[in-house]
């Protein structure tokens, strides 16, 4: 049954014990009807605070740590908009989901469905598919957002993109575990010198022929080549977004 495999998290507050770096830095500007699918989510008393992907006109995937200390019935989400404050299509969440394997600690399995009390249409606004082929290393993600673009600095105030090539999962594994952490099956990552997704990026889209094969998760810092920036593996997760939208 649905209800035994994912968490309802409606009105649920999780109180966060990680600290992923919700991390776009270097890029570009764009306006949004180049990534029309990249959605906005804002908190009634923090605002802006992660990115996601409309895959469907009432469902939204992000990452599930993006939601630990908040209520959904405080978020709303923003769609065809380009820059933090401007309207476009807006509408507040009805209810949430993560999977039951969603670990705090370790970040597995850092997905999340939200299903939208209204349908985001109009304007610009587009949906996504999910991703429909197996990724190698070297294809190049489009990750775009409004996350910081250094490490330290402030928001960019209009969406940005970058693209950064997928990295072997052996080197991935290898640079982690010199960190002294341990990637899971559900995380994949991208790197190149000076462009990364960086801190309230998190949630956002990583694309690949036109499809969402990523998700923005964590890493530490951002742009540092000893800890490429971590994504999670839309081909891993695919079934559980299936499973809730068929629901």
Not at 6 to 30: D, K, M, P, W, Y
Not at 144 to 162: A, H, I, P, Q, Y
Not at 177 to 196: H, I, V
Not at 211 to 237: K, M
């Amino acid at each position: 049954m649905l209800a035994q495999e994912i968490c309802s998290i409606l009105l649920l507050s999780i109180v966060a014990t990680i600290s992923a770096q919700s991390r776009i830095l270097g890029g570009e500007e764009i306006n949004v009807d180049k990534a029309p699918y990249v959605v906005q989510l804002h908190h009634k008393r923090d605002g802006f605070f992660c990115g996601g992907a409309l895959v469907a006109p009432r469902y939204v995937v992000t990452a599930a740590h993006c939601l630990e200390g908040y209520q959904l019935t405080d978020i709303r989400v923003v769609a065809g908009a380009t820059s933090l404050g401007e309207e476009g299509v807006q509408s507040r969440v009805e209810d949430g989901f993560m999977p039951a394997e969603y670990d705090v600690d370790t970040v597995d399995m850092d997905v999340a469905v939200l299903k939208l009390a209204e349908e985001l249409r109009g304007g610009v606004v587009k949906t996504i598919g999910l991703c429909s082929e197996l990724l190698e290393p070297g294809n190049l993600l489009q990750i775009s957002g409004w996350g910081r673009v250094t490490e330290n600095g402030d928001l960019s105030k209009n969406l940005r993109t970058v693209r950064v090539p997928l990295l072997p999962r052996e080197e991935c594994v290898l640079r982690y575990k010199r960190l002294g952490e341990n990637l899971t099956k559900s995380m994949m990552c991208a790197f190149t010198e000076n462009k990364d997704a960086c801190t309230s990026d998190s949630g956002g889209p990583a694309v690949f022929g036109g499809e969402l094969c990523g998700i923005v998760s964590w890493s530490f810092g951002c742009g540092h080549r000893q800890a490429p920036g971590i994504y999670t593996d839309i081909n891993e997760v695919k079934w559980f977004i299936e499973q809730v939208m068929e629901s």
